[in-house]
Protein backbone atom coordinates (compact mmCIF):
# COMPACT_ATOMS: atom_id res chain seq x y z
CA UNK A 1 0.00 0.00 0.00
CA UNK A 2 1.46 3.55 -0.88
CA UNK A 3 1.89 6.18 1.29
CA UNK A 4 0.06 9.33 1.53
CA UNK A 5 2.04 12.02 1.99
CA UNK A 6 -0.72 13.93 2.96
CA UNK A 7 -1.68 11.97 5.81
CA UNK A 8 -2.85 14.20 9.34
CA UNK A 9 -1.78 13.71 11.99
CA UNK A 10 -2.95 13.86 15.47
CA UNK A 11 -2.53 16.43 18.50
CA UNK A 12 -0.05 13.63 20.58
CA UNK A 13 2.19 13.90 16.89
CA UNK A 14 2.83 10.30 16.04
CA UNK A 15 -0.20 8.27 14.47
CA UNK A 16 -3.93 9.17 13.36
CA UNK A 17 -6.46 8.34 15.19
CA UNK A 18 -9.16 5.24 14.22
CA UNK A 19 -12.27 6.92 12.20
CA UNK A 20 -14.47 3.96 12.07
CA UNK A 21 -15.15 0.45 13.68
CA UNK A 22 -13.89 -3.04 12.67
CA UNK A 23 -15.81 -5.04 9.90
CA UNK A 24 -16.25 -8.57 10.49
CA UNK A 25 -13.57 -10.84 9.57
CA UNK A 26 -14.26 -14.92 8.84
CA UNK A 27 -16.71 -17.37 10.17
CA UNK A 28 -19.06 -16.69 12.09
CA UNK A 29 -19.86 -20.01 13.96
CA UNK A 30 -18.35 -23.31 14.37
CA UNK A 31 -18.79 -26.00 11.53
CA UNK A 32 -20.52 -29.24 12.55
CA UNK A 33 -18.01 -32.22 12.74
CA UNK A 34 -19.89 -33.55 9.15
CA UNK A 35 -19.48 -30.46 7.09
CA UNK A 36 -16.05 -29.57 8.58
CA UNK A 37 -12.75 -30.26 6.37
CA UNK A 38 -9.90 -30.33 7.93
CA UNK A 39 -6.79 -28.30 6.02
CA UNK A 40 -4.66 -30.93 4.82
CA UNK A 41 -1.06 -30.61 5.36
CA UNK A 42 -0.34 -28.92 2.47
CA UNK A 43 -2.18 -26.24 3.00
CA UNK A 44 -1.04 -26.06 6.93
CA UNK A 45 2.69 -25.88 5.23
CA UNK A 46 1.67 -23.15 2.44
CA UNK A 47 0.41 -20.87 5.28
CA UNK A 48 3.74 -21.14 7.07
CA UNK A 49 6.99 -19.08 6.35
CA UNK A 50 10.45 -20.49 7.33
CA UNK A 51 12.14 -18.43 4.66
CA UNK A 52 16.40 -19.22 4.97
CA UNK A 53 18.57 -16.71 5.00
CA UNK A 54 20.56 -15.16 2.56
CA UNK A 55 24.46 -16.19 2.85
CA UNK A 56 25.63 -13.45 2.46
CA UNK A 57 23.38 -12.01 5.53
CA UNK A 58 24.28 -14.98 7.25
CA UNK A 59 28.36 -14.88 6.70
CA UNK A 60 27.73 -11.34 7.93
CA UNK A 61 25.95 -11.69 10.98
CA UNK A 62 29.02 -14.71 12.08
CA UNK A 63 31.23 -11.93 11.18
CA UNK A 64 29.37 -9.39 13.21
CA UNK A 65 29.10 -11.72 16.07
CA UNK A 66 32.61 -12.37 16.44
CA UNK A 67 33.96 -8.94 15.95
CA UNK A 68 31.71 -8.14 19.29
CA UNK A 69 33.50 -11.27 20.92
CA UNK A 70 36.77 -10.04 20.14
CA UNK A 71 35.82 -6.23 21.06
CA UNK A 72 34.46 -7.63 24.41
CA UNK A 73 37.70 -9.99 25.44
CA UNK A 74 40.10 -6.96 24.54
CA UNK A 75 37.75 -4.92 26.82
CA UNK A 76 38.00 -7.46 29.53
CA UNK A 77 41.83 -7.92 28.73
CA UNK A 78 42.11 -3.98 28.94
CA UNK A 79 39.89 -2.65 31.34
CA UNK A 80 38.46 -4.48 34.83
CA UNK A 81 35.05 -5.20 34.44
CA UNK A 82 31.96 -3.39 37.11
CA UNK A 83 31.32 -6.66 38.14
CA UNK A 84 31.65 -8.57 41.42
CA UNK A 85 34.34 -11.04 41.91
CA UNK A 86 33.90 -14.82 43.48
CA UNK A 87 35.85 -15.06 47.00
CA UNK A 88 37.14 -17.45 48.95
CA UNK A 89 35.47 -19.88 46.18
CA UNK A 90 38.22 -22.14 46.41
CA UNK A 91 37.24 -26.16 45.93
CA UNK A 92 34.10 -25.12 44.72
CA UNK A 93 32.30 -24.82 41.16
CA UNK A 94 31.99 -21.31 40.11
CA UNK A 95 28.87 -20.00 40.45
CA UNK A 96 28.31 -18.56 37.24
CA UNK A 97 28.60 -19.84 33.58
CA UNK A 98 31.45 -18.23 32.16
CA UNK A 99 30.28 -17.49 28.73
CA UNK A 100 26.98 -16.41 29.90
CA UNK A 101 28.70 -13.90 32.31
CA UNK A 102 30.91 -12.62 29.23
CA UNK A 103 27.94 -12.59 27.04
CA UNK A 104 26.06 -10.33 29.57
CA UNK A 105 28.67 -7.87 29.84
CA UNK A 106 30.20 -7.35 26.73
CA UNK A 107 27.20 -8.34 24.05
CA UNK A 108 23.90 -7.85 25.79
CA UNK A 109 24.90 -4.96 27.65
CA UNK A 110 25.46 -2.83 24.61
CA UNK A 111 22.26 -2.96 23.68
CA UNK A 112 20.24 -3.69 27.33
CA UNK A 113 18.18 -0.23 26.99
CA UNK A 114 16.31 -2.26 24.61
CA UNK A 115 14.93 -4.52 27.02
CA UNK A 116 13.35 -4.68 30.38
CA UNK A 117 12.06 -1.39 30.06
CA UNK A 118 9.53 0.07 32.46
CA UNK A 119 6.00 1.26 32.01
CA UNK A 120 3.55 3.62 33.70
CA UNK A 121 -0.41 2.39 31.80
CA UNK A 122 -2.10 -0.79 31.06
CA UNK A 123 -0.26 -2.39 27.89
CA UNK A 124 -3.63 -1.42 25.44
CA UNK A 125 -3.37 -0.71 22.08
CA UNK A 126 -1.21 2.43 23.59
CA UNK A 127 1.18 2.38 26.74
CA UNK A 128 3.07 5.03 28.50
CA UNK A 129 7.25 4.46 28.89
CA UNK A 130 9.23 6.10 31.51
CA UNK A 131 12.14 7.59 29.85
CA UNK A 132 15.73 6.36 31.04
CA UNK A 133 19.65 6.94 30.17
CA UNK A 134 22.53 5.48 30.60
CA UNK A 135 25.03 7.47 31.85
CA UNK A 136 27.81 4.54 31.34
CA UNK A 137 27.18 2.13 28.52
CA UNK A 138 24.47 0.04 29.97
CA UNK A 139 25.88 -1.08 33.00
CA UNK A 140 23.19 1.65 35.00
CA UNK A 141 20.20 3.73 34.24
CA UNK A 142 18.60 6.92 35.60
CA UNK A 143 15.21 7.76 34.90
CA UNK A 144 14.84 11.39 33.49
CA UNK A 145 11.24 12.55 34.61
CA UNK A 146 9.54 12.25 31.41
CA UNK A 147 7.39 9.98 29.62
CA UNK A 148 6.46 8.62 26.11
CA UNK A 149 3.40 7.40 24.57
CA UNK A 150 3.73 4.63 22.24
CA UNK A 151 2.06 2.36 20.00
CA UNK A 152 2.09 -0.95 21.31
CA UNK A 153 3.20 -3.47 19.64
CA UNK A 154 5.25 -5.55 22.15
CA UNK A 155 2.41 -7.18 24.49
CA UNK A 156 0.04 -9.85 24.05
CA UNK A 157 -2.97 -8.04 24.28
CA UNK A 158 -4.23 -10.27 21.27
CA UNK A 159 -8.38 -9.32 22.37
CA UNK A 160 -8.20 -5.87 24.01
CA UNK A 161 -8.92 -6.61 27.00
CA UNK A 162 -5.68 -5.22 29.06
CA UNK A 163 -7.72 -1.44 29.75
CA UNK A 164 -8.28 0.67 32.95
CA UNK A 165 -11.85 1.12 31.95
CA UNK A 166 -15.01 -0.82 30.72
CA UNK A 167 -16.97 -3.81 32.45
CA UNK A 168 -13.95 -6.17 33.40
CA UNK A 169 -12.10 -3.05 35.35
CA UNK A 170 -15.01 -2.29 36.76
CA UNK A 171 -15.72 -5.93 37.79
CA UNK A 172 -12.36 -6.35 39.27
CA UNK A 173 -12.91 -3.28 41.49
CA UNK A 174 -15.82 -4.21 43.05
CA UNK A 175 -14.11 -8.00 43.66
CA UNK A 176 -11.03 -5.87 45.39
CA UNK A 177 -13.68 -4.29 47.52
CA UNK A 178 -15.28 -7.25 48.36
CA UNK A 179 -12.75 -9.94 48.80
CA UNK A 180 -9.26 -8.13 49.30
CA UNK A 181 -6.43 -8.27 46.92
CA UNK A 182 -5.12 -11.19 48.46
CA UNK A 183 -6.28 -14.92 50.22
CA UNK A 184 -2.66 -15.44 51.40
CA UNK A 185 -3.18 -18.83 51.23
CA UNK A 186 -2.87 -21.97 48.94
CA UNK A 187 -6.15 -23.28 47.69
CA UNK A 188 -6.73 -26.68 49.71
CA UNK A 189 -6.29 -24.48 52.95
CA UNK A 190 -7.98 -21.26 53.27
CA UNK A 191 -7.47 -20.06 49.60
CA UNK A 192 -10.90 -21.04 47.59
CA UNK A 193 -13.64 -19.02 47.26
CA UNK A 194 -17.04 -19.26 45.07
CA UNK A 195 -15.58 -16.95 42.76
CA UNK A 196 -12.44 -19.38 41.59
CA UNK A 197 -15.06 -22.37 41.68
CA UNK A 198 -17.55 -20.41 39.15
CA UNK A 199 -14.26 -19.55 37.01
CA UNK A 200 -13.26 -23.52 36.74
CA UNK A 201 -16.96 -24.12 36.06
CA UNK A 202 -16.72 -21.35 33.55
CA UNK A 203 -13.18 -22.48 31.76
CA UNK A 204 -14.40 -26.04 31.67
CA UNK A 205 -17.64 -24.68 29.50
CA UNK A 206 -15.12 -22.64 27.63
CA UNK A 207 -13.02 -25.17 26.57
CA UNK A 208 -15.61 -28.43 25.69
CA UNK A 209 -14.27 -30.36 28.59
CA UNK A 210 -15.69 -32.03 31.67
CA UNK A 211 -13.48 -29.99 34.60
CA UNK A 212 -10.60 -27.68 34.81
CA UNK A 213 -8.31 -26.29 37.64
CA UNK A 214 -6.98 -22.49 37.87
CA UNK A 215 -3.87 -21.39 39.06
CA UNK A 216 -2.36 -18.28 40.06
CA UNK A 217 0.86 -18.07 37.89
CA UNK A 218 1.24 -19.07 34.38
CA UNK A 219 4.53 -20.18 34.24
CA UNK A 220 4.25 -22.62 37.51
CA UNK A 221 1.31 -24.33 35.23
CA UNK A 222 3.71 -26.33 33.56
CA UNK A 223 6.65 -26.38 35.77
CA UNK A 224 4.85 -27.65 38.97
CA UNK A 225 1.92 -29.67 37.50
CA UNK A 226 4.05 -31.58 34.74
CA UNK A 227 6.00 -33.52 37.85
CA UNK A 228 2.67 -34.27 39.08
CA UNK A 229 1.79 -36.28 36.06
CA UNK A 230 5.16 -37.88 34.51
CA UNK A 231 7.45 -39.38 37.17
CA UNK A 232 10.62 -41.82 35.92
CA UNK A 233 9.91 -44.39 33.53
CA UNK A 234 7.82 -42.30 31.33
CA UNK A 235 8.80 -40.95 27.92
CA UNK A 236 7.77 -37.67 26.60
CA UNK A 237 8.20 -36.20 23.28
CA UNK A 238 8.62 -32.50 23.09
CA UNK A 239 8.84 -29.94 20.13
CA UNK A 240 12.24 -28.61 20.19
CA UNK A 241 11.12 -25.18 20.26
CA UNK A 242 9.09 -25.58 23.56
CA UNK A 243 8.25 -22.81 26.12
CA UNK A 244 11.19 -22.56 29.22
CA UNK A 245 8.14 -23.68 31.51
CA UNK A 246 7.86 -26.78 29.62
CA UNK A 247 11.53 -27.28 29.93
CA UNK A 248 11.74 -26.96 33.46
CA UNK A 249 8.82 -29.18 34.16
CA UNK A 250 9.77 -31.74 32.45
CA UNK A 251 13.36 -32.13 34.27
CA UNK A 252 11.66 -31.94 37.45
CA UNK A 253 9.48 -34.92 36.22
CA UNK A 254 12.89 -37.22 36.01
CA UNK A 255 10.67 -38.37 32.81
CA UNK A 256 13.17 -39.65 29.79
CA UNK A 257 12.71 -36.69 27.10
CA UNK A 258 13.46 -37.13 23.41
CA UNK A 259 12.86 -34.31 21.40
CA UNK A 260 11.73 -33.71 17.80
CA UNK A 261 12.37 -31.22 15.00
CA UNK A 262 9.87 -28.37 15.25
CA UNK A 263 6.24 -28.96 13.61
CA UNK A 264 8.27 -32.04 11.81
CA UNK A 265 5.70 -35.04 12.07
CA UNK A 266 7.92 -37.19 10.13
CA UNK A 267 10.44 -37.11 12.65
CA UNK A 268 7.73 -37.13 15.30
CA UNK A 269 6.46 -40.38 14.35
CA UNK A 270 10.49 -41.60 13.99
CA UNK A 271 11.11 -40.84 17.85
CA UNK A 272 8.00 -42.00 18.88
CA UNK A 273 8.16 -45.56 16.79
CA UNK A 274 11.72 -46.12 17.65
CA UNK A 275 11.22 -45.68 21.60
CA UNK A 276 7.94 -47.61 21.98
CA UNK A 277 9.77 -50.19 19.80
CA UNK A 278 12.99 -50.39 21.89
CA UNK A 279 11.34 -49.12 24.95
CA UNK A 280 13.09 -48.68 28.19
CA UNK A 281 16.31 -48.65 27.99
CA UNK A 282 17.01 -48.45 31.70
CA UNK A 283 14.46 -50.88 32.23
CA UNK A 284 15.63 -53.46 30.19
CA UNK A 285 13.61 -52.81 27.40
CA UNK A 286 10.37 -52.48 28.93
CA UNK A 287 7.37 -50.68 28.06
CA UNK A 288 7.17 -46.87 29.01
CA UNK A 289 5.10 -46.37 31.92
CA UNK A 290 3.39 -43.23 29.68
CA UNK A 291 3.98 -41.80 26.39
CA UNK A 292 3.41 -38.19 26.21
CA UNK A 293 3.44 -35.78 23.36
CA UNK A 294 4.11 -32.28 24.41
CA UNK A 295 3.35 -29.14 21.69
CA UNK A 296 2.46 -25.78 21.57
CA UNK A 297 -0.58 -24.22 20.07
CA UNK A 298 1.56 -21.31 18.93
CA UNK A 299 5.03 -20.77 19.73
CA UNK A 300 5.86 -17.58 20.95
CA UNK A 301 9.18 -16.55 19.76
CA UNK A 302 8.50 -18.57 16.26
CA UNK A 303 4.97 -17.46 15.61
CA UNK A 304 3.94 -21.05 14.27
CA UNK A 305 1.11 -22.89 14.66
CA UNK A 306 1.31 -26.71 15.65
CA UNK A 307 0.05 -29.40 13.36
CA UNK A 308 -3.20 -30.60 15.34
CA UNK A 309 -4.84 -32.67 13.22
CA UNK A 310 -1.52 -35.17 12.38
CA UNK A 311 -0.19 -34.56 15.96
CA UNK A 312 -3.72 -36.24 17.14
CA UNK A 313 -4.07 -38.98 13.96
CA UNK A 314 -0.12 -40.06 15.35
CA UNK A 315 -1.16 -40.00 19.14
CA UNK A 316 -3.84 -42.49 18.27
CA UNK A 317 -1.92 -44.87 15.83
CA UNK A 318 0.85 -45.29 18.76
CA UNK A 319 -1.76 -45.24 22.07
CA UNK A 320 0.27 -41.93 23.17
CA UNK A 321 -1.18 -39.19 25.36
CA UNK A 322 -1.13 -35.58 24.26
CA UNK A 323 -0.64 -32.52 26.60
CA UNK A 324 -1.42 -29.04 24.34
CA UNK A 325 -0.29 -25.83 25.60
CA UNK A 326 -2.29 -23.25 24.54
CA UNK A 327 -1.05 -19.90 26.20
CA UNK A 328 -0.87 -17.87 23.00
CA UNK A 329 -3.32 -19.90 21.30
CA UNK A 330 -6.58 -19.79 23.33
CA UNK A 331 -8.77 -16.68 22.63
CA UNK A 332 -6.22 -15.69 20.15
CA UNK A 333 -7.51 -18.15 17.36
CA UNK A 334 -10.42 -20.18 16.29
CA UNK A 335 -13.76 -18.69 14.73
CA UNK A 336 -15.33 -18.97 18.43
CA UNK A 337 -11.76 -17.56 19.97
CA UNK A 338 -10.75 -21.33 21.39
CA UNK A 339 -8.06 -21.93 20.38
CA UNK A 340 -5.98 -24.29 18.03
CA UNK A 341 -8.16 -27.08 19.11
CA UNK A 342 -11.26 -24.40 17.61
CA UNK A 343 -9.01 -23.21 14.84
CA UNK A 344 -9.11 -27.11 13.28
CA UNK A 345 -12.66 -28.05 14.40
CA UNK A 346 -11.37 -30.85 16.64
CA UNK A 347 -12.66 -32.43 19.32
CA UNK A 348 -11.30 -31.48 22.73
CA UNK A 349 -11.54 -34.91 24.05
CA UNK A 350 -8.63 -35.72 21.77
CA UNK A 351 -6.64 -34.11 23.80
CA UNK A 352 -5.59 -35.43 26.62
CA UNK A 353 -4.20 -32.55 28.87
CA UNK A 354 -5.04 -28.77 27.36
CA UNK A 355 -2.86 -26.28 29.43
CA UNK A 356 -3.55 -22.68 28.79
CA UNK A 357 -2.77 -19.36 30.24
CA UNK A 358 -4.67 -16.02 30.97
CA UNK A 359 -2.22 -13.55 30.59
CA UNK A 360 -2.57 -13.06 27.04
CA UNK A 361 -5.80 -13.09 25.31
CA UNK A 362 -8.16 -12.76 28.91
CA UNK A 363 -5.26 -9.95 30.26
CA UNK A 364 -4.84 -10.80 33.54
CA UNK A 365 -2.30 -13.47 35.24
CA UNK A 366 -2.96 -17.44 35.99
CA UNK A 367 -2.96 -20.77 34.34
CA UNK A 368 -5.31 -23.88 33.88
CA UNK A 369 -5.51 -27.44 33.11
CA UNK A 370 -8.49 -29.06 31.72
CA UNK A 371 -9.64 -32.54 30.59
CA UNK A 372 -11.45 -34.77 32.45
CA UNK A 373 -13.15 -35.01 35.92
CA UNK A 374 -10.96 -38.17 36.87
CA UNK A 375 -7.83 -35.48 35.79
CA UNK A 376 -8.79 -33.25 37.36
CA UNK A 377 -9.57 -34.42 40.85
CA UNK A 378 -5.96 -35.83 40.66
CA UNK A 379 -4.49 -33.02 40.45
CA UNK A 380 -6.63 -31.05 43.09
CA UNK A 381 -5.12 -33.45 45.09
CA UNK A 382 -1.51 -34.12 44.05
CA UNK A 383 -0.42 -30.78 42.36
CA UNK A 384 2.48 -28.83 43.82
CA UNK A 385 0.68 -25.72 42.39
CA UNK A 386 -2.11 -26.17 44.43
CA UNK A 387 -1.54 -27.63 47.79
CA UNK A 388 1.00 -25.40 48.24
CA UNK A 389 1.70 -22.05 45.97
CA UNK A 390 -0.61 -19.24 46.92
CA UNK A 391 -3.95 -18.92 44.95
CA UNK A 392 -5.11 -16.54 42.27
CA UNK A 393 -5.74 -13.16 43.67
CA UNK A 394 -9.91 -12.65 43.84
CA UNK A 395 -9.52 -9.52 41.16
CA UNK A 396 -7.48 -11.06 38.96
CA UNK A 397 -10.15 -14.28 39.00
CA UNK A 398 -12.43 -11.78 38.56
CA UNK A 399 -11.19 -10.26 35.74
CA UNK A 400 -10.88 -13.26 33.80
CA UNK A 401 -14.32 -14.38 34.66
CA UNK A 402 -15.57 -11.17 32.79
CA UNK A 403 -13.36 -11.36 30.11
CA UNK A 404 -13.78 -15.33 29.51
CA UNK A 405 -17.68 -13.95 29.56
CA UNK A 406 -17.38 -11.55 26.84
CA UNK A 407 -16.01 -13.62 24.77
CA UNK A 408 -17.93 -16.41 25.11
CA UNK A 409 -21.18 -13.68 24.73
CA UNK A 410 -22.70 -14.57 27.95
CA UNK A 411 -23.45 -10.90 28.67
CA UNK A 412 -25.56 -10.49 25.86
CA UNK A 413 -23.60 -8.65 23.47
CA UNK A 414 -21.26 -9.09 20.52
CA UNK A 415 -18.13 -7.59 21.89
CA UNK A 416 -16.08 -10.93 22.21
CA UNK A 417 -16.95 -12.28 18.38
CA UNK A 418 -15.63 -8.74 17.22
CA UNK A 419 -12.70 -9.20 19.05
CA UNK A 420 -12.26 -12.37 17.67
CA UNK A 421 -12.93 -11.34 13.83
CA UNK A 422 -10.72 -7.63 14.28
CA UNK A 423 -8.05 -9.91 15.37
CA UNK A 424 -7.93 -12.26 12.37
CA UNK A 425 -8.35 -9.16 9.70
CA UNK A 426 -5.45 -7.45 11.99
CA UNK A 427 -3.17 -10.12 12.07
CA UNK A 428 -3.25 -11.25 8.58
CA UNK A 429 -3.23 -7.76 7.19
CA UNK A 430 -0.17 -6.85 9.09
CA UNK A 431 1.76 -10.12 7.61
CA UNK A 432 0.91 -9.52 4.28
CA UNK A 433 1.78 -5.92 4.42
CA UNK A 434 5.10 -6.86 5.67
CA UNK A 435 5.66 -9.72 3.05
CA UNK A 436 4.53 -6.65 0.76
CA UNK A 437 7.89 -5.25 1.99
CA UNK A 438 10.14 -7.41 1.50
CA UNK A 439 10.91 -8.33 5.04
CA UNK A 440 11.87 -11.60 6.28
CA UNK A 441 8.90 -12.94 8.77
CA UNK A 442 8.44 -16.57 10.71
CA UNK A 443 4.86 -18.19 11.11
CA UNK A 444 1.70 -18.52 10.03
CA UNK A 445 -0.29 -16.42 8.49
CA UNK A 446 -3.10 -17.07 11.41
CA UNK A 447 -0.51 -16.39 14.12
CA UNK A 448 -0.68 -12.94 15.58
CA UNK A 449 3.08 -13.42 16.96
CA UNK A 450 4.99 -11.89 13.97
CA UNK A 451 8.94 -12.40 14.19
CA UNK A 452 10.87 -10.03 12.02
CA UNK A 453 13.65 -11.30 11.21
CA UNK A 454 16.90 -8.76 11.32
CA UNK A 455 19.74 -11.29 12.36
CA UNK A 456 22.18 -8.68 13.17
CA UNK A 457 22.91 -7.83 17.01
CA UNK A 458 23.27 -4.43 16.23
CA UNK A 459 19.88 -4.57 14.32
CA UNK A 460 17.84 -5.30 16.95
CA UNK A 461 19.33 -2.46 18.91
CA UNK A 462 18.95 -0.23 15.21
CA UNK A 463 15.39 -1.21 14.82
CA UNK A 464 14.18 -0.98 18.84
CA UNK A 465 16.06 2.35 18.85
CA UNK A 466 14.65 4.03 16.47
CA UNK A 467 10.49 2.83 16.28
CA UNK A 468 10.71 4.01 20.06
CA UNK A 469 11.90 7.68 18.39
CA UNK A 470 8.84 7.12 16.02
CA UNK A 471 6.75 6.48 19.10
CA UNK A 472 6.11 2.46 18.44
CA UNK A 473 7.38 0.09 21.13
CA UNK A 474 7.88 -3.57 20.50
CA UNK A 475 9.81 -5.96 21.51
CA UNK A 476 13.70 -7.33 20.62
CA UNK A 477 14.41 -10.85 20.70
CA UNK A 478 18.04 -12.32 20.96
CA UNK A 479 19.82 -15.00 22.38
CA UNK A 480 19.42 -17.49 24.41
CA UNK A 481 15.31 -17.00 23.87
CA UNK A 482 16.56 -17.06 19.89
CA UNK A 483 19.47 -19.22 18.20
CA UNK A 484 22.28 -16.49 18.54
CA UNK A 485 22.10 -15.82 14.98
CA UNK A 486 18.53 -15.23 14.50
CA UNK A 487 17.92 -12.18 16.20
CA UNK A 488 14.71 -10.51 15.47
CA UNK A 489 11.74 -8.04 16.02
CA UNK A 490 8.69 -10.11 17.93
CA UNK A 491 5.40 -7.91 16.84
CA UNK A 492 2.60 -9.17 19.03
CA UNK A 493 -1.06 -7.68 17.17
CA UNK A 494 -4.56 -7.21 19.03
CA UNK A 495 -8.06 -6.62 18.35
CA UNK A 496 -7.37 -3.17 20.08
CA UNK A 497 -5.24 -1.72 17.28
CA UNK A 498 -6.79 -0.33 14.74
CA UNK A 499 -6.31 0.03 10.42
CA UNK A 500 -5.10 3.40 11.21
CA UNK A 501 -2.22 2.23 13.80
CA UNK A 502 -1.32 -0.79 11.45
CA UNK A 503 -0.81 1.27 8.74
CA UNK A 504 1.55 3.88 10.65
CA UNK A 505 3.80 1.41 11.92
CA UNK A 506 4.07 -0.29 8.59
CA UNK A 507 4.88 2.62 7.04
CA UNK A 508 7.83 3.32 9.17
CA UNK A 509 8.33 -0.10 9.58
CA UNK A 510 8.91 0.41 5.67
CA UNK A 511 11.40 2.53 5.68
CA UNK A 512 13.60 1.94 8.40
CA UNK A 513 13.88 -1.39 6.49
CA UNK A 514 15.15 0.23 3.67
CA UNK A 515 17.42 2.65 5.52
CA UNK A 516 18.74 -0.26 7.42
CA UNK A 517 18.73 -2.78 4.74
CA UNK A 518 16.46 -5.40 6.51
CA UNK A 519 14.89 -6.58 3.13
CA UNK A 520 16.22 -9.77 3.02
CA UNK A 521 13.67 -11.67 1.81
CA UNK A 522 13.56 -13.21 -2.27
CA UNK A 523 10.21 -14.31 -2.44
CA UNK A 524 7.90 -12.57 -5.40
CA UNK A 525 5.99 -9.83 -3.60
CA UNK A 526 2.26 -9.60 -4.24
CA UNK A 527 2.41 -5.87 -6.19
CA UNK A 528 -1.31 -5.48 -5.61
CA UNK A 529 -2.65 -3.46 -2.68
CA UNK A 530 -3.41 -5.25 0.44
CA UNK A 531 -7.21 -4.97 0.64
CA UNK A 532 -7.73 -4.47 5.09
Known sequence: MAKNPNKKQTTNGFYPRATSTATEYGATSKPS????????????????????????????????????????????????????????????????????SFYSRYVYRRIRDCWNRPICSVPGAE?????????????????????????????????????ATGACADNSEKTCRELGLALCSPRV?????????DLEKLTARYLGVEDAIVFG???????????????????????????????????????????????????LERVLRQNIVYGNPKAGGKPWKKVLIIVEGVYSMEGSICRLPEIIALKKKYKAYLYLDEAHSIGALGPNGGGIVDYFGEDPKDVDILMGTFTKSFGSAGGY?????KLVDFLRTNSHAHCYAATMSPPVAQQIYTSMSTIMGLDGSDIGRRKINQLARNTRYFRKRLAQMGVITYGHEDSPVVPMLVYLFSKIGAVVRTLTTRNIAVVGVGFPATPIMEGRIRYCLSAAHTKEQLDYALDVIDEISDNLGLKYSRKPKDPNPIEY
Not at 155 to 162: C, E, M, R
Not at 369 to 373: F, R, V
Request: some cysteine; proline content about 4%.
Open 33 to 100: AADRKLPPAEEHLQKTSFEEVPLRTACLTYLGFYLLMILGYLNQLLFVPKVAKEKNREGYVSLYDAFE
Open 127 to 163: LTLKDRVTPDYGWSFEFTGTETRCLNLGSYNYLGFAE
Open 189 to 197: ELGTTQLHL
Open 217 to 267: MGFATNALNLPSILSPGCLVLSDEKNHASIILGLRLSGATIKVFKHNNMKD
Open 369 to 373: LAGTK
